[in-house]
């Protein structure tokens, strides 16, 4: 149905900037909640934001609040992640996610999205 393909990861120092990609192709006639997880080694995947399906509301975890920023381009269907002042707590894999419907209570689970991308890495160094 939809597929998700994240891009953008790397490997940055502490204090730097990366810019992450979720390109959305198959059925996109729809507008879709999307959502940025990540999920370090050994530890529980976990939300970082999340944009409405009009784009008008977003949504950030408490730990990544003021330094990052998600938005979209609609005309590319493409959504993206601006992370700014990284840390090195912020090294993960970085996964987008998207549903085409969402309760306003769910946006932080992950079983609440309906397709996911494979991936992409963010290495922060200190």
């Known amino acids: 149905q939809v597929h998700l393909v994240e891009s953008g990861g790397g490997v940055v120092q502490a204090g730097g900037s990366l810019r992450l990609s979720c390109a959305v192709s198959g059925r996109t006639l729809e507008t879709y909640f999307i959502a940025w997880f990540r999920q370090a080694p050994g530890k529980e995947r976990e939300f970082v934001a999340a944009i409405s399906n009009s784009a008008y509301s977003t949504y950030y975890a408490d730990s990544v609040k003021g330094r990052f920023t998600i938005s979209r381009d609609g005309a590319k269907n493409t959504e993206y992640l601006q992370m700014n002042s990284l840390k090195p707590e912020d090294t993960a894999a970085y996964y987008c996610?998207?549903?085409?419907?969402?309760?306003?209570?769910?946006?932080?689970?992950?079983?609440?999205?309906?397709?996911w991308g494979q991936g992409t890495q963010v290495t922060v160094s200190p």
């Open positions: 996610a998207a549903s085409l419907f969402m309760r306003s209570s769910s946006y932080q689970i992950d079983s609440a999205y309906d397709y």
